[in-house]
């Protein structure tokens, strides 16, 4: 401790606290310590709040508290904090009021990270959500939120219906609330039944667009390199017409190697980076899942791998993370599934996949199903947990495998119903550019070329058949201007270069999308 200490009296009990460190962590101190204070010269302090001694003495520990502890080699915090980890909720609910308090930044982010890690839970997250709004914490209110529209379904109805009439239509309305249509409104007559106040029943109705979805982002991994010659990552966003960057790709280097086949994906609000082999051949993998908040800006631990892979395919279907396939230790591929559900942080085996690569084939989840592209289609159904594989050569096509990632937006293939496949099952079938004026010059481009870009609008296909194709799609191709017409064109590669940004762009790292967080609130 420094060498001048102050007293901070709370009823009877006296705290002696390095000034110096107090100053430093708390804004309120600062002020009140300061010569423009009469009595910044005490050598003691009267605590008048409405708080409980342990809250304070937990407070001061954490000033104090110069020890961190890592983590599952991933993330480190205070020792003074890990007890909050797994226990001590509400002692952690009153510690963040008195953050607020007393204008603590620093101790404000460190509980922040705890709850983001620890504690957002349906059970936990409406008090949270409404305790920071209370005290203006926006950045923690909002993952909250966030979380709350995601888990709407599993939220504690005993909770719901306690809600303020206009915290209630925040969630029910909200184009981003993961519910059934019907679940939202049995909520509202439940949150109904137990209000008595009538009065209020008129202006809570579900004023939710039957047309209007969630905004869609777009992103893909680039890369920089250094005067060093070494390779920073970076996740950018892609508009459609501009390319900028998001964050830098979490470091996950180790000893200096760059990591090879790791897979970048998203959902809801957050990117996650996943796998990789720190080096081809060295049998030395990234075990650890990444994910970045969008809303807070921020990366956080998230799991750890059951099993080393890279060049894997990653996707979400629904609540649950896969990770497919790739290349595991000694450079053996890998048939074997792993599905992660996020929401109970449990990892299962799933059916394997029935073709095994090298390289991350194209893939894409189209309602709630996966379609994965190698000598035939590959369809998996987590409803039955099967394959089923359709034979390209059964229907007619002439599909060539490519360095392709399918995504959500620039569509590459259209779906259509065929008399091969059983029920409503999806094939493959090759489509051309849409633009309605195109040169010579611009055609060579699209020469035994795949691509389409329908950017989610109305398809008539090649079959005659009107189709709304979205969901799929190429993320990293990039609009340049030909010369000759100086019309927009569409440019694929497996590495481009973006040379006003610098930037190389590798697909087979990854692309991927999430919500706007802009539209949070929509």
Known sequence: MGDELITLIFEKNRFEVDKKKLISKSRYFECLLSHNFSDSQNKEHVINYDITISTLQNFIKWVHDTEHVVIENSYSIKSSMIKYEKDNFADLLNLLQLSTLFMVDDLINDITDIIVLNWLHPEQIIDVWLLTQELGINVLRDICFAVCLDRFIHLPIRSLIKLPVNNLRQLLENVNVRSPEKYLHSVLSMWVEHNVDRSVIDICNINRSKTEKSTILHYMVGYKTENSGSKKGYICLWDGVRLSEVTELKDVKNSGKEIVGMQVTGRGFSIYIIGGEYGLGTGQFNMIIWRYCLISKKWYYFARLPSPRRHMVVAFLGNCLIAIGGVGRHRLKLSSVDMLNIHTGKWSKIANVPECFTEVP?????????????SSLHIYCPETDLWKTVMLSSVGLALEESDIRMEHGITIFGLKDSDTT????????????????????????????????????????????????SGIGVIFILRKHCESCNNEYLQLDNEVENDKQELTLVPRVGSCYTIDPKTLYN
């Open 422 to 469: 059983e029920n409503d099952e999806t094939v493959l079938t090759r489509i051309s550019n849409t633009q309605k004026r195109i040169c010579n010059e611009c055609l060579k481009l699209y020469t035994d070329s795949p691509m389409v870009h329908t950017m989610g609008v109305p398809y008539v296909g090649v079959f005659g058949i009107d189709m709304f194709v």
């Open 362 to 374: 194209p893939y894409c989840v189209i309602k709630k199903k996966l379609f994965l592209l190698k």
